[in-house]
Nanobody, 126 residues
Framework: HVQLVESGGGLVQAGGSLRLSCAASVRPFSTYAIGWFRQALGKERDFVAAVSLSGDSTYYAGSVKGQFTISRDNNGYTVYLQMNRLKPEDTAVYYC???????????????????WGQGTQVAVTS
């Protein structure tokens, strides 16, 4: 049974930082590409960031590039999303997603992913 568990969300003032974690039960973890997505109230789920199997390749949505950093700890079976200089428009439920991959790349489409976490709420106040 595959589980992805997000944590680290919360309420923060604009300009603040949060670090989200995604703990995964998929094994071997190093064969799963991971992505972060977010969904604001009443809107579609959007891609945020993705990381390759080894962690040396990353890709970001234009709206968060330079603001968010995705990383992974293959020994700890966890992927992180460091979010800095948060803005009210970053308010959303953040989801991590996983898919088995055979090459060291990243994936940015919702349909690319097989497994999803339950989400963690991030709320940024102005």
């Amino acid at each position: 049974h595959v589980q992805l568990v997000e944590s680290g969300g919360g309420l923060v003032q604009a300009g603040g930082s949060l670090r989200l974690s995604c703990a995964a039960s998929v094994r071997p973890f190093s064969t799963y590409a991971i992505g972060w997505f977010r969904q604001a109230l009443g809107k579609e789920r959007d891609f945020v960031a993705a990381v390759s199997l080894s962690g040396d390749s990353t890709y970001y949505a234009g709206s968060v590039k330079g603001q968010f950093t995705i990383s992974r700890d293959n020994n700890g079976y966890t992927v992180y999303l460091q979010m800095n200089r948060l803005k009210p428009e970053d308010t959303a439920v953040y989801y991590c997603a996983a898919r088995h991959a055979s090459f060291n790349g990243y994936y940015i489409r919702i349909d690319d992913y097989s497994y999803w976490g339950q989400g963690t709420q991030v709320a940024v106040t102005s």
